[in-house]
């Protein structure tokens, strides 16, 4: 897991990798690796505050609609790119109702002044 999460942060534009808030689960154990192989601070959420991580929660839910709550996420790669591809494509109000897929696309690239094209 930790070399394809690594190479996914990697991939991501500089904008948006500035630091990363998790929660208090055991899955970011070894984020001080995280941070050293990938020059992203990783800060922890305060236990049992989501507004301190909107973002995580809003997705969480929208996950959701797919497998109900309490049904087990099926560890079914295309199964899972399929949901991660559905909300890549489908429009947010927070962006303007632009889908998430279109703003990533509308970031400037490593080297440009980090200003929003318009």
Not at 22 to 27: I, K, L, M, V, Y
Not at 35 to 47: K, M, R, S
Not at 78 to 87: C, G, K, N, Q, V
Request: proline letters at 12%; aromatic letters at 10%; charged letters at 20%.
């Amino acid at each position: 897991m930790w070399p394809t999460f690594i190479g996914h942060v990697w991939g991501l534009p500089a904008l948006v990798r500035k630091s990363l808030a998790w929660g208090q689960g055991t899955e970011m154990g070894r984020h001080a690796a995280l941070t050293v192989a990938t020059d992203l601070p990783v800060f922890f959420a305060d236990p049992h505050s989501p507004w301190q991580r909107p973002t995580n929660e809003n997705t969480n839910r929208l996950i959701r609609e797919y497998p109900p709550k309490g049904t087990e996420i099926p560890q079914h790669q295309p199964y899972l790119t399929a949901i991660a591809e559905e909300l890549n494509n489908r429009p947010r109000a927070c962006l303007g109702f632009y889908t998430p897929q279109e703003m990533m696309h509308r970031l400037p690239l490593e080297g440009e002044d980090g200003v929003m094209p318009s």
